[in-house]
């Protein structure tokens, strides 16, 4: 008997709280049993916009369960139904995810990769918060290859977009990941300068 003939909406509710819960708790564990059996219930349904949604999550708890292994896998479950459905949506989330799983994994060219694929996505369909990762993403893989010119051209695009739509919260998290590359590149003055800024928007 397939898990849709037992209530769907009640179940898909219970487990999509289950999830919301854990991951709240950092139980990525929880998270990620409850992800494969919502994808399980959308996959029966032939619903697959959702079961692709449910992969890019699983990808995410992974990763922060530190499993860039299994982050990989479902990540490329969620762009296989992405492409599929044509989803342009999902798929710049879904390489966006899996250029954090890849950067995890330290294969740092295959993460730029795959974070330049969101960002081109996000611009083509006008979509300021893949854009906006997108290079938050490219800034972060640009460090830890320690290419930090492209580091930080990418972190101040970043601002660049958080600041025009008055995000306050996502400007500072972008100050904070500029001294953390200043910081790498032995410049206290500069990460002096981004730790101030970011302290002013959080604060005020």
Partial sequence: MGLFKKDPIKQISKLIQVREEACAKEEWGKAIEAGEKLAQIFMENGDKEREGVVYNNMATDYLSARNAK?????????????????????????????????????????????????????????????????????????????????AIESCEKALGIAKSVGDRKNTAGVHIQLVEIYKSMKNRKKAAEHAEKAKTLLWL
């Avoid at 990762?133 to 010119?149: I, N, T």
């Fill in 70 to 150: 299994e982050a990989i896998k479902c990540g490329e479950k969620a762009l296989e139904i992405a492409k599929d459905i044509a989803n342009k949506q999902l798929e710049g989330g879904c390489y966006s995810t899996l250029g954090s799983a890849y950067r995890e994994s330290r294969d740092f060219k295959k993460a730029i990769e795959y974070h330049q694929k969101s960002l081109k996505i996000g611009k083509a369909i006008n979509n300021t918060g893949l854009e906006f990762y997108g290079y938050v993403g490219l800034g972060q893989d640009y460090r830890k290859s320690k290419d930090f010119d492209k």
